[in-house]
């Protein structure tokens, strides 16, 4: 009997690393629409005079998109009225086709705007879908599933700029790549399984929402979350610009180009990375600690980089690429506080609410920060994203103080 539960044992290990990989891979091939305009954009505009409110509004109208989708999903219940593999295929093969539709219309024009906002409603069935999968696999290392589960987000996030790096100024053909990529992960996530832990999450309820505000754990979480995204999306979606625009003030406009693709791949990216790490030590010294570490490291790396900008084109690339290690690590960790503060019956419904504010605020910030610009300096405006760290390490203090 002994050695019939070990073997079982085992057959369920195996699965579940199997699941885990198959799943990683497809959420990197995925999310890797997401900032696809932010990394073609320096060679859009080669071609085409795009103004800077329909430049935001490529980036912005994706996580738009991605609220809609994600209370519309929650509202309906899909994930729970269906396999969740077969949510995610549907809704990657429509988020492929969507960008696929980007070369059929005018850069910049309505329609592909219009794309923009299909991708991120979409990408809403394939980001939750695949945190749903994970944490069927795990209880006591639900931290580190999430974890892996972000960093892959990240990766994926990141992907863009290394594919157009490779592709120098061919981003028709960077934008076909991103889009099989993304047909692959529909493909990948059949093989996946679901765990022994896997069930129906509450579906969505506007009255469990006041905890928001009157539990403090949650009130807490949510304040501190909003602080770490204020920053977050505007960075990732403006990185490549902003280094563009450092580094050409002293190399060749091509090198500049070429430069600030792979300095925001690797920003992004290895912040992927950080995730797993952040993960893992949340468990050891409380999750709170980690994202207030997390956030004075990002807030630093802010000011490193306004104070660069402009100068060595290497020193800037340090400074952003300290940045963008430190921005994405503590992301999981607010989900989980919530999940820890808030009563089981209604902490789905919470962290729903709280990821959707949260992607609402994103897309102020990230369809504010060209008009900054232009108004001021990207030095000015990075350092008005610092303050997104400052005001979180705040609430996270105070949550602290609760234990």
């Known amino acids: 009997m002994v050695k019939l539960r070990k073997i079982q044992h085992d057959i369920q290990m195996t699965a579940k690393t199997q699941s885990i990989l198959i799943l990683v891979i497809a959420q990197v091939s995925a999310l890797s629409l997401w900032f696809i305009s932010s990394a073609v954009l320096p060679d859009m505009l080669s071609e085409f005079p795009i103004s800077a409110g329909r430049q935001a509004a490529l980036n912005s109208v994706v996580p738009a998109g991605f609220v809609v989708g994600a209370l519309a999903s929650s509202l309906l219940g899909l994930s729970d009225r269906f396999d969740p ?24 024009g309505n329609a592909s705007i219009f794309m923009r906002f299909i991708t991120g409603a979409m990408l809403a069935g394939v980001y939750p879908v695949g945190m749903k999968i994970a944490v069927g696999w795990g209880k006591e290392d639900r931290g580190l599933l999430v974890g892996l589960l972000v960093g892959a987000l990240t990766f994926g996030s990141a992907s863009p700029h290394l594919v157009a790096w490779m592709g120098e100024a061919e981003w028709r053909t960077t934008i076909k790549i991103v889009s099989s990529f993304t047909l692959l992960s529909a493909v990948l996530i059949m093989f996946a399984k ?27 979480a949510y304040l501190g979350y909003f602080g770490h995204m204020w920053e977050l999306y505007a960075m990732w979606a403006w990185v490549g610009v902003a280094c563009y625009a450092s580094y050409s003030i002293t190399m060749a406009e091509a090198d500049a180009v070429s430069f600030s693709k792979i300095t925001a791949f690797l920003a ?136």
């Open 268 to 403: 992004i990216g290895l912040g992927g990375v950080a995730c797993f790490f952040g993960g893992y030590w949340a468990d050891k010294i409380g999750k709170a600690r980690v994202t207030i570490i997390a956030m004075v490291f990002s807030g630093l790396g802010a000011v490193l980089t306004a104070i660069t900008f402009g100068g060595a084109p290497w020193i800037t690339s340090i400074a952003v690429v300290i940045w963008g290690i430190a921005i994405i690590p503590d992301s999981p960790q607010f989900s989980a506080l919530v999940a820890d503060g808030a009563p089981p019956e209604v902490a789905g419904s919470l962290m729903t609410f709280q990821t959707a504010i949260g992607f609402a605020l994103t897309i102020f910030t990230v369809q504010i920060t060209p008009y900054v610009v232009e108004w001021t300096s990207w030095p000015t405006v990075i350092m008005i994203m610092a303050i997104g760290p400052l005001f979180g390490i705040y609430f996270m203090r105070k949550l602290e103080q609760l234990a």
């Open 194 to 220: 679901l765990g022994p832990y896997h069930a129906k999450s509450p579906a969505f309820e506007m009255s469990s929402i006041t905890q928001a505000w009157t539990n403090k754990r949650v009130r807490y």
């Open 85 to 108: 593999r077969r949510l995610f295929v549907i809704c990657a093969c429509i988020a492929s086709a969507s960008v696929f539709g980007l070369l059929a219309f005018e850069p910049g």
